[in-house]
C-alpha cells in the first residue's frame, strides 16, 4: 500500500512540475514580416528566381522548336540523320534539366542565396526568440506559423512583438492584431 502511495505522489509531482511551466509563442511569418532587411532580401531572391526561370523556360521553348522541326523533317531525314537529330534533342534536354537542377535543386544556386541573405536574419530571430524566453523564464516557445497546429491561443501569450522590441524594431500590436485574427501591416521600422 505504501508503494502505491508513493508511486501516485510521484506521479502527481511530475504532472505539478509539467504544469508549472512558462508556456508563450511567436508568430515568425508576422515578425519576418516586420523586418525590411527580410522583405529586401525576399525581393531579390524572387527577382533572381523569376530570371532562372524565364532562362530555363528559353531552353525548353529551343528543344519544342527542335522537336517540331525534327517531326516536320523526320520523313525526309536518313537514319543516321535522325539518330542525330534525337541525340541533339536529348542532349538540349539533359542540359536543361541540369541547368534547372543547379539553380533550384536542393543544394542549387537559389538555396545558397537564400542560405546567404535570409539565414543571418533568422538567426537574429532565434536569437531574440531565446532573449525573450530566458528573460521571461519561459520553458517553451512555440511558433504559430509553423506546421504545428494551435487550436486555441490567448494573445496574453504571444511574444511576436517582444522579440521584435529585442531586435530593435517597434511592433504592432502582437501577431494577432485587435480583431478576430487579424494581422496588422507595418513597415517594420526600427526604433
Request: net charge positive; hydrophobic share 35%; glycine share 8%.
Amino acid at each position: 500500500m505504501k508503494k502505491i502511495i508513493f508511486i501516485v505522489s510521484i506521479v502527481l509531482t511530475v504532472n505539478a512540475a509539467a504544469f508549472a511551466q512558462k508556456i508563450a509563442y511567436v508568430d515568425s511569418e508576422y515578425i519576418l514580416g516586420q523586418i525590411p532587411e527580410y522583405k529586401a532580401a525576399q525581393a531579390e531572391l524572387d527577382k533572381i528566381s523569376v530570371q532562372w526561370q524565364k532562362e530555363i523556360e528559353a531552353k525548353y521553348a529551343e528543344i519544342d522548336k527542335m522537336y517540331k522541326a525534327y517531326q516536320a523533317e523526320q520523313i525526309l531525314l536518313t537514319e543516321d540523320m535522325k539518330k542525330k537529330r534525337e541525340g541533339d534533342i536529348v542532349s538540349k534536354e539533359k542540359e536543361a534539366k541540369d541547368l534547372q537542377k543547379s539553380k533550384f535543386g536542393v543544394d542549387g544556386e537559389l538555396f545558397k542565396k537564400r542560405q546567404e541573405l535570409v539565414k543571418p536574419i533568422q538567426d537574429k530571430v532565434y536569437g531574440a526568440v531565446k532573449a525573450v524566453a530566458e528573460k521571461g523564464t519561459y520553458s517553451i516557445m512555440f511558433d504559430k506559423s509553423s506546421d504545428l497546429t494551435m487550436l486555441y491561443v490567448s494573445s496574453k501569450l504571444d511574444k511576436s512583438d517582444a522579440v521584435l522590441e529585442q531586435m530593435g524594431y517597434k511592433g504592432t500590436g502582437g501577431s494577432t492584431g485587435t480583431g478576430a485574427g487579424t494581422k496588422p501591416t507595418s513597415t517594420g521600422t526600427k526604433k
